[in-house]
Each structure stands twice: as structure tokens, then as C-alpha cells.
């Protein structure tokens, strides 16, 4: 006699999937130098959604991924989420942007300026086909959404590919980190804007005035508490930041940054810090990749979605290489600087995604436009580490200028 299976046994069959299959794929294929285990994890999701397992086996695909299945991994996924973005809020170090603000905000403005209009342009493109703008949506947060999506750094992917490069304690490191940190606010301030719900904006200005307000508390409580105190209770800011973001009707992922951004790195040890970036991606990020290959959609045909993502990664990366070029020759920096700068910088990854899932959660974009940004996503970022490192190489002085 047959015994049904419980969910618990269904839930831990999904997991088994979510960590072995990615992991399996990196080691036995050895992907690291042109894809790190967070670019397989996020591809492994887009194999495990609905278009390509769910084709393939779909009696088997809506078995595992069942909906009770789906709603327990997102509270997962949220939870990860949560707490990557708020480390990387922490991580922005605005004082060494300041000490070099003129090179910083040239570079940072032509970094995030350029991609965002090839980004715009070619979501204007795609306004003219049908199937790719959100419900949702006015035009103009479809094109600045995609624009932005197209202008985005991922600060916390950067900072691993950058260790796996040797080069993130070297100078251009540094520098690299600084224009990074001040493109990070300005996209989740544009991020603001295009969630901006004009029929609640008394509350979403509430949200932000009682914000400011908590903030002057808060700071003042982490500074009189022990460091094991803070790794607490930073956890209750956190959540409380979220709630009262998305309550506010901007996304919990808004607060989830702007809890981490009013944190100073210092009341916490770095080391400590690093670790639990590594733990998180370690354990339950990957369940955020599965959940976002979870929503990934190919119903306007696969090759619509492929061109589209196509077109959006020639805008990403071209228009950031056209940008950091333009800041070079401006600043006047020194051969090949430009090149290795731009070809970091362009990485996409986990913010990208984060970005898109957020404008998917709102209807600003559909999931055929989600399906081709995650695609642009892991491109932009597979090119990162083969087009920088013959760079270093040919470029070592570089490297080590002060």
C-alpha cells in the first residue's frame, strides 16, 4: 500500500534539487572562471521553472512545486532577500566617496548615466510590441524601470568576483567599490520614484518622515549596545523597516536597503560581516534563485524573450563601457583603466534580479520582460570575470596605483 507523500517530504525533495542540481552543474563542469556557483544557482532556477522543467515534466514539475510548496520556499526567499539587501545597504562607505568626490560622482553619474539611457531606449523599443509592459505600468516606469535595470551594479557580486580577482584590497578595488556604493543609492532612490503610489503618497511620505525619526533613535540605541546586541537587533530593524515599507505601499526590499544604509560598517566586525554574506548565499540565497526561476515566463516564444535580452544586455554593457570610457578621458586616467572598471562594473547578478523581481511584484513589467532581464543578468555577469582578467594581466600597473 502506497502512502501519499507529506508536504514536509515534498518540501525537503525541493530543497534537495535547489542545492544539489546548481552544485553538481559547477563542480563537475568546472564554471567557476566564467561562472561562479551564484550564476549556476540562478541558472538552475530558470531550469526548474515552468519553462523548461514544467514543460518537459510537467506532472513532476507541479508535484515538487506544488503551491503550498511555493508559498513555504518564498517566505524563504523573502527572508534571504531581506538580509542580503540590508548587508549591502551596511556596506556603502559614503565618507571614502566624499574624500574623492569629484573622480567619484564623474564616474559614478557616466556609470549609471549612460547604461540608463541605452537601457530606456531600448525599453522604448519594446514598448511597441505588445506583451512586455506591465498592467500596472504608465510608460514612463516601464522605460525608467528598465532603464534602471539596465544601469544597475551588483555591489555584493562585484565584491566576490573582485576577491576572486585578487584586486578588491588593491587601489582600483577600492575605487571601483566607491563608484559602485554611490550608483547603489541612486538606483534604489529611482526605485522609490517608479513605486511612488501617487492615490497613498500621504502614507509613503508618513513612512518617510517616521523613518528619519526612528533612524535618530535607532542610531543612538546601536551605539550604546554591545556588537552581539547589534547582530540582534539590527534583525528587528530590519523587519520592522521592511514592514512599514511595504505597508506603505513602496516594497519591503525598499526598507530591507534603507535599514542597512543608516547603519554605520564599523559598529560590527568586518570579518563577522563577510561571513554572514557567505552564509546567507550559502544557505538560503539559493532558494531565492530557485524562487525567481520560479517566475520566469517564455509565452511570448523563446526567441521574442531571447532578442529582448539580447537587446537589453548590448544597452547594459555598452552604454556602462561607453560611460566609464567618457569618465576616463575626462579624469584623464591611464590606459586600460577604463576597460577593467567598465567590464566590473557592468555586473549585474543579484541586485539586477532583486531589482526586476520588485517590478514584477508591482506590474510594472510582465514576466516575459523579467524572463529576458534575468537572462541579460547572468550574460552580463558570465562576462565579467574572462573579459577583465587577460585585462589585469596586460595591465598591472594598474592594478597596484595608488
Known sequence: MNTPMSMTEIFLIAILLIFSLPYLIWRLGKTDYFAPLVVIQIIAGILMGPGVLGRIFPDYYQFVFNAQIIQSLNGIAWWAVMIFVMIAGIELDLK????????????????????????????????????????????????????????????????????????????????????????????????????????????????????????????????????????????????????????????????????????????????????LREHVLLTIMPVFFLSTGLRTNWDLGGTAVFIAAALLLLASVGGKLAGIHLAGKILRWEKGEASIIGWLLQTKALIMIIFANILLDKNIITNETFTALLLMAIGSTMLTVPMVHPKLKQFKSVIFKE
Not at 519594446?126 to 524601470?145: C, I, P, R
Not at 501617487?198 to 502614507?203: C, D, E, H, K, N
Not at 523597516?241 to 519591503?252: E, I, N, R, V
Open 96 to 275: 571614502k566617496v566624499w574624500e574623492h568626490r569629484r573622480e567619484s560622482f564623474v564616474t559614478g553619474s557616466l556609470a549609471l548615466g549612460m547604461p540608463l539611457l541605452f537601457g530606456s531606449i531600448a525599453a522604448i523599443c519594446l514598448l511597441k510590441f505588445d506583451g512586455w509592459q506591465g498592467a500596472n505600468a504608465h510608460s514612463w516606469q516601464f522605460v525608467l524601470g528598465i532603464g534602471m535595470a539596465c544601469a544597475v551594479t551588483a555591489l555584493p557580486i562585484l565584491i566576490l568576483l573582485m576577491e576572486k580577482l585578487t584586486i578588491l584590497r588593491q587601489a582600483i578595488g577600492q575605487r571601483i567599490l566607491r563608484y559602485a556604493s554611490l550608483d547603489d543609492i541612486a538606483i534604489w532612490a529611482v526605485l522609490a520614484i517608479i513605486l511612488m503610489d501617487w492615490t497613498r503618497v500621504g502614507r509613503q511620505l508618513g513612512f518617510l518622515l517616521l523613518f528619519a525619526l526612528a533612524t535618530i533613535g535607532f542610531r543612538k540605541l546601536m551605539v550604546k549596545l554591545s556588537e552581539r546586541d547589534r547582530w540582534y537587533v539590527s534583525l528587528i530593524w530590519l523587519a520592522a523597516c521592511s514592514f512599514a515599507a511595504d505597508w506603505a505601499g513602496l516594497h519591503f526590499m525598499v526598507g530591507a536597503f534603507l535599514s542597512g544604509a543608516v547603519m554605520d560598517a564599523h559598529w560590527f566586525d568586518q570579518r563577522k560581516m563577510d561571513l
